[in-house]
């Protein structure tokens, strides 16, 4: 017999492995969807190669490899590719991550594939590069890329092989059915892995004493080859890597570092068969053996199921009863973690799918104090001390963690077993690593953050002083020159070199653009600044109106839409208009003073035909009086109409832009068309009641002018010149005659509107207020 080690504590929990070996191995069949993650297996997430709509063959690759640590993922069955999309994934977190999501046809088509009858002609390069395509990664545990495993350093020679068939966790029984049933194919899969590694010493196959029937197995089909089948005392977790290999070989692996580092490669047995149907019949990793038992399953057993099958499609096959199960769990008791969701799907690492009922697992009752008993440290396989661990980490002083080796812990779960205060200590250890690996993951991040940060400033302050020694060494150049040129008679020479040096000099002292805003300013308020002409004033000042329009305009547009929508910065837009109106007046006022200013400066005969002008405009609206003519306000209201109407159109077109885009806005859009509508019928009808003012006031005679506007200003004149005639007590007549005309005419559109429901009532409702009040104002004049 084999001389074969102890491990530190360890656990002996009730194995329960008995209720799913009953059977034999049981196909699952195709479900109707296959959900696939990209990430079934340590390092980069695989890469999409297939778009929704496309059919798929079984074995054909769905998702290529991302790097170095990484594995492709194959289609299970043929079918088409419904969604590549985030779903729930099998996770203790109960995280969602990108897959593929294939709706099967169930004809189970096999893509063209083919393995070597001879793996022993195939260089190591080509057979790894096969096992790499082929998708397959460790099924015993975390999942490491079995490629990256396989290559192995020459400067590091392999002594031992070992493969891992112990399954040491309670329920789980998928290593050991394949024990029984599939001994050749784990035997032709060691000789593969064997002459890859060639190990130069030995090739073993663990498996705890419990499995009788696959330890004869197994001994049958390795009969010749070579390879050892050792058994070893059952004990929990023997299964772990290092655990075992200290078990075979009494070595153990140094913390933080790898078995390759003491001579030794570990695969699992699934693995080697994964790999043997990988090279010789060029089979993808689609399938595992995978064990769903449990007192809530009324047939436990083992599957042969398709990568990508919804954890409920295999239950529904077990008869289970979902009222009797207390939590699903994937994987064991002792290292599995609870499901959330029965949809999420078998992946690589699936080994079991575990129901039970409340009298299997029951609720672990609250964790009272430690007490100090020293339990945990006995039973820990790492030779760890869990209990200051525990303190260390609710205290969370994870410097003192990591000095207690906090990530050589397994995570097996003994330590917590045998508490007698119920502490779930795995649960503080799993969260400080979480806590560690996040905090180092930041200081990265800052420590590349400072470098850049660093760099950064080290270039500008280089290339300043690059640009500093080239301004000096310019500078020096200049005065070599200036002092050669005054050593020479020809002093001129000198006199233009330094003038050339002071343009220079001047040159850079204006190059900087905000320099010469800011002096400008600076000039400008201090008066130095240059005096502006009296055109380019009343430029000015036009620009500044029409702008100030322009925003009295959008002011009025919000302040009427806040008042629709009931809004709560009513005040503030209303603050906003009258501030505006404010600055508006103050501008028409400084208009109308440099205006007055050019009427009377402005010589008749000036040559600037636009001062002439601006004169005679001057001097036409100063001999009219403060009060507007009949020809300015028609003129004004005529611009009032044309300006309108643009404003209407482009409204118009930015609610259709609005609607055609299905934008958020359009009702307010809507809202200011209808605001600049309104607005557009009111400049129109008070320019029809000012013309029509205009002509009942005018005299019989034609105008002189055929042109409209020179004609409307002859029949005002003419109005002003009876006016100017007239009385007080006539011209309130007139005025009050002139009003209930209008108002009379406006209760005629009123009413009109009314009956239609047109929008513009209101307005029109308004406007008749207005000139009622003026009527009343005029009628107690004339009293």
């Keep these: ?252 692996v140094p913390a933080g570092g790898l078995p390759a580092d003491i001579g030794i490669v570990c695969q699992n047995i699934g693995t080697a068969t994964a790999i043997y149907r990988a090279i010789c019949f060029g089979e993808p990793l689609i399938s595992r053996i995978t064990t769903v ?41 002792m290292m599995g973690y609870t499901l959330q969701d029965t949809a999420v799907p078998i992946v690589k690492t699936s080994n079991c799918v575990l129901a039970p009922s409340v009298a299997e697992l029951p609720p672990p009752p609250p964790a009272q104090a430690c007490i100090r008993c020293g339990m945990c440290a006995e039973a820990c396989p790492v030779s760890l001390l869990p209990q200051q661990m525990y303190w260390f980490a609710r205290a969370q002083e994870h410097e003192k963690l990591e000095d207690h080796k906090l990530f050589d812990c397994i995570e097996c779960g003994a330590c917590s077993y045998v508490c007698p205060s119920n502490i779930p200590l795995v649960q503080y250890y799993r969260a400080s690593k979480a806590e560690i690996r996040q905090a180092q993951q930041d200081k990265i991040k800052s420590e590349r953050s400072k470098e850049r940060f660093e760099a950064r400033t080290a270039r500008l302050e280089r290339e300043e002083a690059e640009k500093e020694a080239k301004r000096a060494a310019r500078l020096q150049a200049a005065k070599d020159k200036a002092a050669a040129a005054a050593n020479n008679p020809d002093s001129g020479k000198a006199d233009l070199i330094q003038a050339a040096i002071d343009r220079s000099k001047a040159k850079k002292a204006d190059a900087d653009p905000a320099h010469d805003a800011i002096a400008r300013a600076q000039a400008k308020r201090e008066g130095t600044a240059e005096e502006e002409s009296p055109t380019a004033k009343s430029e000015r000042l036009q620009l500044l109106l029409a702008s100030a ?75 009219s009086g403060t009060d507007e003519s009949d020809a300015d306000k028609t003129l004004r209201l005529q611009n009032l109409v044309a300006t309108t109407e643009k404003r209407l159109a482009a409204a118009q077109q930015k609610l259709s832009m609005a609607e055609e885009q299905n934008d958020a806005n359009v009702a307010a859009f809507a809202t200011g068309r209808d605001k600049t509508q309104s607005k557009l019928d009111t400049a129109k009808q008070e320019l029809a009641e000012h013309l029509a003012t205009i002509k009942e006031s005018a005299p019989s005679t034609a105008a002189s002018s055929d042109d409209p506007v020179q004609a409307a200003i002859e029949r005002a004149k003419a109005a002003r010149a009876s006016q100017a005639e007239m009385s007080d007590e006539d011209k309130l007549k007139q005025t009050i005659e002139s009003l209930e005309n209008r108002i009379a005419r406006t209760q005629e559109k009123l009413s009109a509107a009314q009956e239609n429901g047109d929008d513009k009532a209101e307005i029109l409702a308004d406007s008749i207020a207005k000139l009622q009040d003026k009527l009343a104002s005029a009628k107690q004049q004339l009293g």
Excluded at 294 to 322: I, M
């Design 549 to 623: 329009e322009r925003r009295l305009t959008s002011a009025r547009e919000k302040l009427a839409l806040a008042k629709e929508q009931a809004s709560e910065n009513v005040e503030a837009f209303a603050t906003a208009v009258i501030k505006t109106e404010d600055k508006l007046a103050a501008l028409q006022k400084e208009i109308a003073e440099h205006e007055a200013s050019l009427a009377n400066t402005a010589a008749p005969n000036s040559s600037d035909p636009a001062q002439a002008a601006i004169a005679r405009a001057m001097a036409k609206r100063a001999g």
């Design 1 to 252: 017999m084999r001389k074969v080690w102890d491990i530190h504590g360890g656990i002996h929990p009730a194995e329960n492995k008995q209720q799913s070996l009953q059977e034999p191995i049981h196909a699952a069949g195709i479900p109707q969807q296959l959900i696939l993650p990209l990430a079934q297996h340590i390092g980069a997430p695989a890469s999409p190669i297939v778009n929704i709509g496309d059919r798929v063959l079984k074995g054909q690759m769905i998702a290529e490899a991302k790097g170095f640590v990484s594995a492709p993922v194959h289609a299970p069955s043929s079918g088409t590719v419904m969604a590549i999309e985030s779903r729930l994934i099998p996770h203790p977190s109960g995280m969602s991550a990108p897959c593929i999501v294939i709706d099967t046809d169930g004809q189970d088509e096999w893509i063209d594939h083919a393995g070597v009858e001879d793996f022993r002609s195939l260089s190591k390069l080509d057979l790894i590069d096969r096992v790499r395509q082929a998708g397959i990664a460790g099924m015993g545990g975390a999942g490491f890329p079995s490629a990256v495993k396989l290559s192995t350093r020459d400067d590091k020679p392999i002594e031992t092989l070992i493969l891992n068939g112990t399954e040491c966790e309670p329920y789980i029984t998928a290593d050991d059915i394949l024990m029984r049933e599939r001994a050749a194919e784990i035997i032709a899969g060691a000789e593969i892995l064997r002459h890859l590694i060639k190990p130069s010493k030995e090739t073993l196959i663990g498996v705890e004493d419990n499995k009788p029937e696959g330890i004869a197995a197994l001994r049958k089909a390795a009969e010749g080859t070579g390879i050892e089948i050792v058994p070893f005392p059952t004990k929990y977790p023997s299964g772990g890597e290092k655990q075992l290999i200290q078990i075979l070989t009494g070595k153990e």
């Design 293 to 333: 038992t449990g007192e809530a399953c009324s047939q436990a057993r083992n599957y042969e199921v398709l990568l990508g099958t919804p954890v409920q499609f295999l239950l529904d096959q077990s008869g289970f009863r979902k009222d009797d199960c207390i939590r699903l769990v994937m994987g064991g008791p």
